[in-house]
């Protein structure tokens, strides 16, 4: 219904409406500004997305940094558990031989599990007089509302959901784990290398921001990219940490196109207005093993 909008009551005092939930033509935030015309001074109001609300961040098209989303493969899939196969490590070799029954893989055994999905979720204080200044609001939800909801992903994916739903990378009970000297460049190499032992590719990193301009310093950056690794950047994880790993392979993110832009009356901890954000995801993992996280000495 593009142009115009369907309203449908979703709860008490909260209106849903629809008019470009696919983000064809107007961005988040504008859709979000389009959507407030009319909107009571004590109602609520939520805007509904078929989208994956972190990765409508603008700035991601315009600047080469990386969340921990970019470094998966991605999967559109319907709203509820989703079946995916996990291959365990098993008893094997940890060094490969140069025939395929003396590789770790020759020993994995796959078997069928669900992911489940959940909702990711961020509330933000709403600036009084923000709701009369469209264009003014459509740019606050785009570059400082969506940009959180991001840092709540990278989080996520890290270190799990608080729900379970999400497993997070950094806790796999089943990957692997080393120590890292004070020669980074070395130390990741050797590691990126350790990674395929498991018949994998490291194909990506997240890094603390401080280690990642250590190695931009060091040129290591550029030698790793060079090699066909994305680096993801993020606070989510320790500045003492480094997660390698197959991530394409090792990792699926389930994305059901579930999200929404929801304004909350009289809800911030001064009595005023709030923002929230919600997008819906699950993770599936195939590959544990194929991760390797390294702690610095």
Known sequence: MQGAAANAAVGPGVQGTLADPDLRTRSPG????????GVGPAEDRVVPFRAHLPAAFPLFATRPR?????LL??????????????????????IAGISYCSTP??????????????DLKVS??????????????????????????SVV??????????????????TLPESRHGRLGADLAEGLTAAAAEVEETGGSCDGIVVHPYTYWELAKTGTLA??????????????????QVLLGDFRAAATLLVPGVAS?????????????????TTRVGLAVHLPQHFLLLTRV
């Open 124 to 149: 933000f204080p709403l600036p009084a007089g923000l709701l009369d200044e469209p264009a003014l609001l459509a740019t606050f939800v785009d570059y400082r509302v969506l940009v959180r909801l």
């Open 30 to 37: 504008e859709e979000f500004a389009w959507a407030m015309g």
């Open 223 to 240: 030698l790793l990219a060079g090699a066909g690794i994305t680096i993801s950047r993020t606070r989510m994880i320790r500045r003492d």
């Open 261 to 277: 832009l929801a304004l909350r009356r009289g809800r911030g901890p001064d009595g005023g207005d709030l923002i929230e954000a």
């Open 153 to 170: 992903e990278n989080e996520s994916l890290l270190h799990g959901s608080a729900d379970k739903a999400i497993p997070g990378l950094l």
């Open 66 to 70: 990386y969340a921990v989303r970019h």
């Open 73 to 94: 493969k991605t999967a559109s899939v319907p709203d509820r558990p989703v079946p995916y196969v996990h291959e365990p490590p098993a008893a094997a070799p940890a």
């Open 105 to 118: 893989e020759g020993a994995f055994a796959p078997r069928l599990e669900r992911a489940e999905l959940t």
